[in-house]
């Protein structure tokens, strides 16, 4: 077996995990806000003690920044936030499965955006695909909320579709910051420029989440550091899935990985159903099992 499929698989346990948590303190100890803070606060720490041992075993210097890296840097962190409060949000809306796979639009959206902003051609094969993800965003556009109560909204045109829709809109912008943040430190080691990227932005997130937290809610600020066990666990899990992404790519191509990385919707149908005993209808799993498709050609013909 080749190094990155494993790699990719401990990635979207991590990531998969870590919003299984997320959704336990958001629905148990803390607000959307809280429970966003939780991800970047507790693993900014151990992904600078992680690239601290790194550059010390493989006695290598850190490259310089540029007013480039911090633009795509902290524009790819803010997009990350926005986009994390999103997904936290819409767990109160639908159930765990349901809400990653909206999560996951971004892949789509990532292609819709190439062609916009860059001017990439789509082919037909992608064109394809994309219409296919419409279709399961309308499956997946009614249903009951993860409470059971009727959804906010009707039909395409509901909360939670549009929290899920942002959420990849957002994540897609989140995606091309970080890569031209890495692109632009001068580094031949991919580990280095992913990890110092990785510690640069999860400070300034942590610092920036905990500001408006101390501006605006002191007392969820001190309810995030009094769930530091599970919000630990988050921070842990966020750290293991960043760079397992990061790993993964410099190993294999990023179509791949992303193919083989969609296993995280199967994984969060099984968290939904096992561990949140939420109810998945059979629309839903249709729906999911459409995107799920669409996503798959996408990556595999582009």
């Not at 809610?217 to 990061?246: E, N």
């Amino acid at each position: 077996m080749e190094a990155w499929i494993p790699v990719t698989l401990v990635a979207a346990t991590a990531q998969t995990l870590r919003f299984m948590l997320q959704k336990h303190l958001k629905s148990t100890r803390l607000n959307t806000a809280g429970a966003t803070l939780s991800r970047f606060v507790y693993s900014a720490p151990l992904v600078a003690l992680t690239l601290v041992v790194y550059m010390a075993v493989t006695k290598q210097a850190l490259p310089e920044t540029s007013p480039r890296f911090w633009v795509f840097a902290l524009s790819g962190g803010l997009a990350q936030i926005l986009a994390t409060l999103c997904v936290v949000a819409l767990f109160a809306e639908r159930n765990f499965a349901v809400g990653i796979t909206l999560k996951k639009t971004e892949v789509l959206q990532a292609a819709i955006l190439g062609f916009l902003i860059l001017g990439e051609s789509v082919t037909f094969p992608a064109a394809g695909a994309i219409l296919l993800g419409f279709v399961a965003v309308l499956f997946l556009s009614e249903g009951r909320s993860a409470s059971g109560a009727g959804l906010r909204g009707h039909g395409l045109f509901n909360r939670a579709i549009g929290l899920g829709l942002l959420s990849g809109v957002l994540f897609a912008f989140s995606g091309i910051g970080y890569r031209g943040a890495t692109l632009a430190l001068a580094s031949d080691n991919p580990v280095v420029r992913a990890g110092l990227t990785l510690a640069l932005v999860t400070a300034s997130q942590s610092l920036a989440m905990g500001s408006w937290l101390f501006w605006r809610d002191r007392a969820q600020l001190g309810a995030v550091l009094r769930a530091w066990r599970v919000a630990g666990l988050v921070g842990i899990t966020s750290m293991i899935g960043s760079f397992g992404w990061f790993l993964a790519f410099t190993l294999q191509t990023v179509a791949y990985v992303k193919a083989l990385g969609q296993v995280e919707l199967v994984l969060s149908l099984l968290a939904s159903v096992l561990f949140f005993r939420e109810r998945v209808t059979r629309r839903e799993i249709g729906g999911i099992a459409l995107l799920l498709a669409s996503i798959l050609i996408l990556v595999l013909v582009t």
